[in-house]
């Protein structure tokens, strides 16, 4: 078993109250294909890009129905280590550490800045089969919060993290790294943002084409909040699906501009 490094995102997953209108969506603009779903553990139903697992999709449970969004898993070794960390730096475990069967043991948390976020130690599933270029898999994720200071502080210190500050007036930006490998960014919400909105982790899924993607999912009641954009880094736009889970779409084969500079956060 190949069990990925601390810190490394390595799993999606997205609570819907009707999960047959976002296989629909999601399948539509992502392309994706479902699997059975498991009422053992829920009626949890995984998502397929080409027949490699990139995400799931889950009915709420009694007493958790509310605003749709997706959830992102960071890889530990030991969760409940994890969740005692988590506790130590100032974040809440929103849910303790809790074994999924053979599949592994997950955790809830929400880290100081309000944004909550899944830990997962794997067991026989290991998470994300598809490789971040592929069409329909996983690419990237953001932690957007209000309070930059307190998830700055938090994350590498729940986490085995180094930082990078992006060197721009214009956007509070840093980016996380795992033994020199970029593996999350944090933005700061800026006035933009309606107060209602509360710090979240948004992420990224590879599509072949940024606007087709976009025409695709307002097609399908979709809510086009920011974008396309071109970027160093591809062409990307975000999007609310139908049921109000946030996301962003980005071709990575797209690109333009020069990357960034950035300066060693010490």
Same mark, same amino acid.
């Not at 990307?236 to 060693?264: R, W």
């Given at each position: 078993?190949?069990?990925?490094?601390?810190?490394?995102?390595?799993?999606?997953?997205?609570?819907?109250?009707?999960?047959?209108?976002?296989?629909?969506?999601?399948?539509?603009?992502?392309?994706?294909?479902?699997?059975?779903?498991?009422?053992?553990?829920?009626?949890?139903?995984?998502?397929?890009?080409?027949?490699?697992?990139?995400?799931?999709?889950?009915?709420?449970?009694?007493?958790?129905?509310?605003?749709?969004?997706?959830?992102?898993?960071?890889?530990?070794?030991d969760a409940a280590a994890t969740a005692g960390k988590?506790?130590?730096?100032?974040?809440?475990?929103?849910?303790?550490?809790?074994?999924?069967?053979?599949?592994?043991?997950?955790?809830?948390?929400?880290?100081?800045?309000?944004?909550?976020?899944?830990?997962?130690?794997?067991?026989?599933?290991?998470? *994300?089969?598809?490789?971040?270029?592929?069409?329909?898999?996983?690419?990237?994720?953001?932690?957007?919060?209000?309070?930059?200071?307190?998830? %700055?502080?938090?994350?590498?210190?729940?986490?085995?993290?180094?930082?990078?500050?992006?060197?721009? %007036?214009?956007?509070?930006?840093?980016?996380?790294?795992?033994?020199? %490998?970029?593996?999350?960014?944090?933005?700061?919400?800026?006035?933009?943002?309606?107060?209602?909105?509360?710090s979240y982790v948004n992420v990224?899924?590879?599509? %072949?084409?940024?606007?087709?993607?976009?025409?695709?999912?307002?097609?399908?009641?979709?809510?086009?909040?920011?974008?396309?954009?071109?970027?160093? *880094?591809?062409?990307?736009?975000?999007?609310?699906?139908?049921?109000?889970?946030?996301?962003?779409?980005?071709?990575?084969?797209?690109?333009?501009?020069?990357?960034?500079?950035?300066?060693?956060?010490?």
């Open positions: 078993m190949v069990v990925r490094p601390e810190g490394i995102p390595c799993w999606a997953d997205a609570m819907f109250s009707d999960v047959e209108a976002a296989k629909t969506f999601y399948g539509e603009v992502l392309g994706w294909t479902f699997g059975d779903a498991s009422s053992e553990f829920g009626n949890y139903t995984q998502a397929y890009a080409d027949g490699k697992a990139v995400a799931a999709v889950v009915p709420p449970m009694p007493g958790q129905e509310g605003q749709s969004q997706w959830c992102l898993y960071f890889a530990s070794p988590i506790r130590e730096n100032g974040g809440e475990v929103l849910m303790e550490p809790m074994r999924v069967g053979d599949f592994g043991t997950m955790c809830l948390g929400r880290e100081p800045g309000g944004a909550v976020f899944g830990v997962w130690q794997a067991g026989v599933h290991e998470g *994300f089969e598809a490789p971040p270029e592929q069409p329909g898999a996983y690419c990237w994720a953001e932690v957007f919060t209000r309070e930059p200071e307190k998830t %700055d502080a938090f994350l590498p210190a729940v986490f085995p993290y180094t930082a990078k500050q992006l060197l721009d %007036d214009a956007v509070d930006f840093r980016l996380f790294e795992v033994d020199g %490998d970029m593996v999350l960014g944090r933005m700061k919400m800026t006035d933009e943002f309606p107060p209602e909105v509360p990224y899924f590879t599509v %072949d084409d940024c606007d087709d993607a976009v025409a695709r999912a307002t097609k399908l009641g979709g809510v086009l909040r920011f974008g396309p954009m071109d970027t160093p *880094f591809g062409r990307f736009a975000a999007i609310s699906d139908p049921q109000g889970a946030s996301f962003s779409v980005i071709d990575v084969t797209t690109t333009a501009g020069d990357m960034p500079q950035t300066a060693d956060v010490s």
